[in-house]
């Protein structure tokens, strides 16, 4: 049995680096030196150049992160490294939620540093190249810093819970686990803007003017109260643009990217915002927790009837069963499924867009926002024709020219 679960994990490690290999080979397909007729009067054939060389750094880059990450997952694997990151946690403590914090705590540490020099490459040579990037070398090391801290206290408490739940409730634990994590989502959702996103990053007030006057007009005529309108420093890291609704209730914000202002009409950037506004309409936002929430109970459920099962750790090369190797192995196993209810979520994701596109069509102007996509598209020298099959298995939101088909009818 040991052997089999072994067997399949290293196959569905194999399965995904092969599609993703696959996926970029279909994308590269469709790589032309001339400009598509439909994308005239949206790209220049130089910009367009542009973008297919920005992709094609990306793609490279992908194969060589991707594969780099591959050979050390099957070296852990074969070479029993997970099992020797439990007997170093074990030489230290015998307390299960010690060894959880410290297996998992060590092994995200080791992969950062290992992924370090990818992290740098991306950021300081292919954005840097494209003139994307913005960010210096100090705000680069204190995300790091930043980013670790807070994943400890988070990941690091939640992870603690689980465990004592899991030590003391016995097979009930992924109820309360299921109801923690639950709500612990639903206040990310709904505070995330005002206590996370000011860790990384300046969040203003929109200040008064013309802008803020046409928003506010804008959602007085859908009675949509919105008393927080924030611009982000995006600036501070990358001259990418754009603009995220977020919370609930009288928690709901939009956000905007100060390089979206810069670079965008004050119609375009209302265009921008009655999409957001048409996601909130559409409850889209309440749907996808609810949906998640579903998600992440069903996952759990499935979790309690596999931990225990000395089977797992043995498959690793641990003869000690133990919740942190149980949770190790169950979230291998699981990544097929995983994959399987992402896609279901990007097609909702990708018919919530074009809803969204839709309330913004009816509701102000169609031609604003066409134009704002565009901008957008081609100051992020975004892929406008990727793979069908990519867009179907990994796109969240549908293509440009998918989104202004749909603006046309």
Sequence with gaps: MAQTIFTVIVGILIFDYLLSRLLDYLDNSRWSPTLPELLKGIYNEEKYKKAQE????NSKFGLLAGTFSFIVMLSMLFFEGFAYADKLVRSYTDNSIYMAILFFGSLTLASSIINAPFGWYSTFVIEEKFGFNKTTLKTYL??????????????????????WFYDTLGDNFWVYTWIVVSGFSIFMAMFYTSFIVPIFNKLT????????DE???YANTQNFDLKNIFVIDGSKRSTKANAYFSGLGSKKSIVLYD???????????????AHEVGHYKKKHTQVSIVLSVFQTGITFYIMSLLLGNKELSIALGIEQTSFHIGILVF???Y??????LGIGMNILSRKNEYEADDFAKTTYKAEALESALKKLSIDNLSNLTPHPLNVFLGYSHPTLLQRLENLKK
Excluded: F, H
């Excluded at 920005?54 to 750094?57: E, I, N, T, V």
């Excluded at 007030?205 to 803020?212: T, V, Y």
């Design 215 to 217: 928003i506010e007009k």
């Design 205 to 212: 007030p929109l200040p008064d003017g013309e802008l803020r």
């Design 54 to 57: 920005y992709d094609k750094a």
């Design 259 to 273: 390089t979206l202002i810069e670079n965008q009409t004050k119609e375009e950037l209302v265009a921008i915002l």
């Design 142 to 163: 204190l995300d790091m810093v930043k980013g670790a801290l807070l994943g400890a206290l988070i990941g690091g408490g939640l992870l603690s819970l689980i465990v």
């Design 335 to 340: 990544s097929p499924i995983s994959m399987v």
């Design 331 to 333: 979230g291998m196993l």
